[in-house]
């Protein structure tokens, strides 16, 4: 009786230590992250995303291809970071962690994925970029709003930013994964 008595006390110590190093755990948020972007759907997109914490926890989002038609091309951050598959569906759907419609990123009536980047104007020489700062995203903080560990998209159309799921986007022309790190 005793020695049962003694095995509870025991492992209720051990459970209560083990809760308060759970809850005091957290992970400390990365100053930046990288995603180099490779080819896919037969495309010869390359390239390269710059996450990079500023002031106040705001991220600066910079985000240069090569290799593509001219236009605009939409940009998203996709739910896997796996750009295993040829044409990069690998990479799942739109990151939406907070379930709203797909629309402009930041727009006022805050009706848009988290994912939803924007377009990325290509010139005549197959480059282009896209650069946004804000700070309605997490990165390496654990967070619903971390985006480490997803992937970057290439799309070969524009976003029209209205069209329910994606922005009549397109098939995925280029696609890197989000890594800690430069």
């Known amino acids: 009786m005793m020695r ?16 308060t190093a759970c809850a005091s755990a957290s992970k400390a948020p990365l100053d930046s992250a990288v995603a180099v972007l490779g ?8 390239g390269k995303a710059v ?18 038609e001219p236009g605009l091309h939409a940009v998203h951050i996709h739910e896997h970071g796996d750009c295993s598959s040829p044409d990069a569906m690998s990479a799942g759907g739109h990151w939406n962690p907070t379930m709203k419609k797909h629309g402009r990123f930041g727009q006022a009536d805050g009706e848009f994925h988290l994912g939803d980047l924007g377009n990325i104007e290509v010139g005549a020489d197959g480059t282009g970029y896209l650069e946004l700062t804000t700070p309605l995203l997490g990165m390496g903080c654990g967070c619903e709003k971390d985006f ?3 992937s970057i998209i290439v799309h070969a159309k524009r976003d029209d930013f209205t069209t329910q799921p994606t922005g009549d986007a397109g098939a995925r022309i280029g696609c890197g994964v989000i890594r800690a790190g430069r």
């Open 4 to 19: 049962r008595a003694l095995l509870g006390l025991v492992l209720c110590a051990a459970a209560a230590a083990l809760a």
């Open 51 to 68: 996450f990079t914490r500023m002031e106040g926890d705001w991220i600066r989002i910079r985000i240069d291809i090569a290799g593509a």
């Open 148 to 150: 480490l560990g997803r």
């Open 39 to 46: 080819p896919a759907s037969g495309s010869k997109v390359s």
